[in-house]
């Protein structure tokens, strides 16, 4: 069973899928997005579903240190409930605390250029998300 990983920003949404078996994430692509002109990339993640026969989501939920939720909580929490609502699979929310801080750490340390650590970032950081999930059901 494919698992799709979403990290949802205010910008770009980064998605990576498992493999069949659900052991493993790899980084799919960067959707960028506009929540002033209210185009969230639904389209887009719908299709990729699609294609790689997901059955699952799991949306990065980025909470505050203290456990608290903030307001990128609450717009990742709104786009898991769209998406629940849009592709009737089921979406579970994932605590991100740090994913993206722990990708760009790897990218920094693999010598990667700010202008390619840039492209790469969101998708990686989704793969750190799915990948955390994966290894919590295995």
Wanted: neutral net charge; proline residues 2%.
């Amino acid at each position: 069973m494919r698992v799709m990983g979403l990290d949802v920003g205010s910008k770009t949404v980064g998605v990576a899928v498992s493999d069949e078996l659900g052991w493993t994430a790899q980084g799919i692509e960067t959707i960028s997005i506009d929540e002033e002109k209210e185009k969230f990339g639904f389209e887009r993640v719908a299709e990729i579903v699609g294609l790689y026969e997901v059955q699952k989501i799991i949306v990065g939920f980025p909470k505050n240190m203290n456990n608290t939720i903030g307001p990128r909580g609450e717009a990742s929490k709104a786009y898991a409930d769209k998406l629940k609502e849009l592709l009737g699979l089921p979406v579970i929310m994932w605590d991100e605390r740090l994913s993206t801080m722990a990708a760009e750490r790897v990218l920094l340390e693999a010598d990667v250029s700010r202008k390619k650590r840039k492209k790469v970032i969101d998708k990686m950081a989704a793969s750190m998300i799915l990948q955390g999930y994966l290894d919590s059901q295995n």
